[in-house]
């Protein structure tokens, strides 16, 4: 049964303690002002739901209008606690500007908020707005994050400041593929215990040769995934890992992807040697390292076996630098 703009209407009358919304792939592949995701019904819906809503997804459809979703959020949505607008495209390649201190005021306890792959920007509102603006001090989860081959650069560091100011409990950021947010931005972020963090194919990378390493140093100690592939600077990937080997007294990494990077066997090594806690190493087109270890290693039992390998001797360091994975 398919969704249209009259069966979304009634929802709120049939069901009157409702608190979460989940709209997502609803109508992926056409925008209409009769669908079930239109700007119309979506604000609609947001409007008679009041303040009940704290859950809203309408991630994945196409549709126009999304600023007007957002401003009724602002409006009517005070307990919002989840907002997923990931993955949404337009019938044209403009962004979609929105305004942020407005949501910030109206949706105050916004811990979870995604949009990665959508085209959304932030509109210029005037510098006393932005700083009167409370920001979201309860952010835990942020992602913006883009995919690099479209045309689409991301956000940049003006904007994600403007929506981090105050986010000191945030724990997840994934701006992969921006290619405007540099290092000494993130540096200056007033959370200091990131868990989950996704910078591959960002201009962090490259912003500058020392950047990447201190982001590591700064959440070193709390991070349980780091995804930094794509970073093609050799010194620049190294040292982010030694990074993370002078902090081999708090780490808690799981996870750590490092797929598409010039990362040397020598600072891989001393990780593998002081982090027991891996469970998950993309190792995939590393060009730096020998035939045979550029690959996926899926388990705590993989990456240990990995270790062994490299004890034993096992790869020839004459194959480091060749393109050819296994």
């Known amino acids: 049964v398919k969704l249209n703009f009259e069966d979304v209407k009634y929802v709120p009358s049939l069901f009157p303690s409702l608190e979460r919304i989940d709209l997502s792939l609803v109508s992926p592949s056409t925008a209409s ?32 209008g999304l600023p007007f979703v957002f401003k009724a959020l602002s409006l009517h949505s005070k307990n919002l606690t989840f ?7 337009t019938t044209s390649r403009d962004t979609i500007l929105i305004n942020i201190e407005k949501l910030a005021k109206g949706c105050p306890k916004l811990r ?6 959508t085209m959304l920007g932030l509109n210029e509102t005037p510098v006393r707005e932005q700083v009167q603006s409370p920001g979201f001090p309860l952010l835990e989860e942020l992602t913006i994050g883009v995919d690099q081959r479209g045309y689409f650069d991301g956000m940049d560091d003006g904007q994600i400041e403007r929506i981090l100011k105050v986010s000191e409990n945030l724990r997840l950021l994934d701006i992969r593929g921006c290619k405007g947010i540099s290092d000494s931005t ?20 490259s912003s500058s040769r020392d950047g990447l390493e201190l982001l590591v140093k700064k ?3 709390t ?7 794509l970073t093609s600077d050799a010194r620049t ?17 799981r996870k750590l992807h490092l797929t598409g990077t010039a990362v040397s066997l020598k600072p891989l090594t001393k990780l593998l040697n002081c982090c027991d806690t891996l469970e998950c190493l993309n190792l995939t087109s590393c060009r730096a390292l020998p035939r045979g270890m550029k690959r996926m290693y899926h388990s705590r039992d993989d990456v240990a076996s990995l270790k062994k390998d490299i004890e034993d001797g096992k790869f020839d360091l004459r194959d480091a630098g060749s393109d050819d994975d296994d």
Do not use: Q
Not at 83 to 89: A, G, R
């Open 186 to 205: 993130l540096v200056r972020l007033p959370c200091w215990d990131i868990e989950y963090l996704y910078v591959a194919g960002c201009s962090v990378t």
């Open 237 to 253: 990937v190294d040292w982010a890992v030694m990074a993370l080997v002078e902090n081999a007294d708090s780490l808690k990494l």
């Open 223 to 229: 991070l349980i995934e780091l995804d930094i592939g």
């Open 83 to 89: 907002l997923d607008v990931s993955n949404i495209s």
């Open 219 to 221: 959440w070193a100690r």
């Open 33 to 64: 002002s009769r669908s079930a995701v239109s700007s119309t019904a979506l604000s609609d819906l947001i409007t008679d739901m009041g303040e009940k809503l704290t859950h809203f997804n309408m991630s994945s459809n196409k549709m126009a």
């Open 112 to 117: 979870i908020f995604r949009s990665s792959n």
